[in-house]
């Protein structure tokens, strides 16, 4: 009989063993999943670091010296997707390329001295102001700014406007 005794103590020990095992395993499984939860909510959360090269949207491109843009001209400038327009009294503009009415690309058509937008027949002056409609509003401005002669353009952010204002207007 001591030996039946036996057995089932050992059998009701392995039970209580293997039951205290998967315990503890179910629980660490558990921590392990809300560790993972947390640490996908942080890298959602958290902001990203931007790496922008030198010289591309989204960063201050340096278009040249002052000297180089003759008056009463428009300079396309693919990589930061704007025109720099140097105006007839020797200011700066920085245009949007894109049209305010569905923001397809502007070229400038130098024999008529206009943006003309190829999708809808909008047109834009030199300074970006609506000439023709459907576009609602003048072509988006960026930030320029002269340092010792070199004409710079912030194209961290576009501004909007309604109409101009020679505020716009950067004189070197």
Same mark, same amino acid.
């Given at each position: =009989?001591? $030996? =039946?005794?036996?057995? #089932?103590?050992?059998? /009701? &020990?392995?039970?209580?063993?293997?039951?205290?095992?998967?315990?503890?395993?179910?629980?660490?499984?558990?921590?392990?999943?809300? #560790?993972?939860?947390?640490?996908?909510? +942080? =890298?959602?959360?958290? *902001?990203?670091?931007?790496?922008?090269?030198?010289? !591309?949207?989204?960063?201050?491109? !340096?278009?040249?010296?002052?000297?180089?843009?003759? %008056?009463?001209?428009? $300079?396309?400038?693919?990589?930061?997707?704007?025109?720099?327009?140097?105006?007839?009294?020797?200011?700066?503009? #920085?245009?949007?390329?894109?049209? $305010? &009415?569905?923001?397809?690309?502007?070229?400038?058509? /130098?024999?008529?001295?206009?943006?003309?937008?190829?999708? &809808?027949?909008? @047109?834009? %002056?030199?300074?970006?102001?609506?000439?023709?409609?459907? @576009?609602?509003? *003048?072509?988006?401005? +960026?930030?320029?700014?002269?340092? %010792?002669?070199?004409?710079?353009?912030? !194209? %961290?952010?576009?501004?909007?406007?309604?109409?101009?204002?020679?505020?716009?207007?950067?004189?070197?």
């Amino acid at each position: =009989m001591s $030996t =039946m005794q036996d057995k #089932a103590d050992k059998s /009701e &020990h392995k039970g209580e063993s293997r039951r205290s095992f998967l315990k503890t395993l179910w629980i660490g499984l558990g921590v392990v999943a809300i #560790a993972e939860v947390v640490g996908v909510v +942080y =890298m959602y959360l958290r *902001p990203r670091k931007q790496h922008i090269k030198e010289e !591309t949207f989204g960063s201050v491109i !340096t278009a040249g010296s002052a000297d180089d843009f003759e %008056n009463d001209s428009v $300079t396309a400038f693919r990589r930061g997707q704007l025109y720099l327009v140097r105006l007839d009294d020797g200011g700066f503009l #920085a245009l949007s390329r894109k049209c $305010t &009415h569905l923001g397809c690309t502007v070229p400038w058509v /130098e024999s008529e001295k206009q943006f003309k937008c190829p999708c &809808h027949s909008s @047109a834009f %002056n030199i300074k970006g102001e609506v000439l023709r409609s459907p @576009a609602p509003r *003048p072509l988006d401005t +960026y930030t320029v700014f002269v340092e %010792n002669g070199i004409v710079k353009v912030d !194209t %961290n952010r576009r501004s909007k406007r309604n109409r101009f204002e020679s505020s716009q207007v950067i004189y070197s």
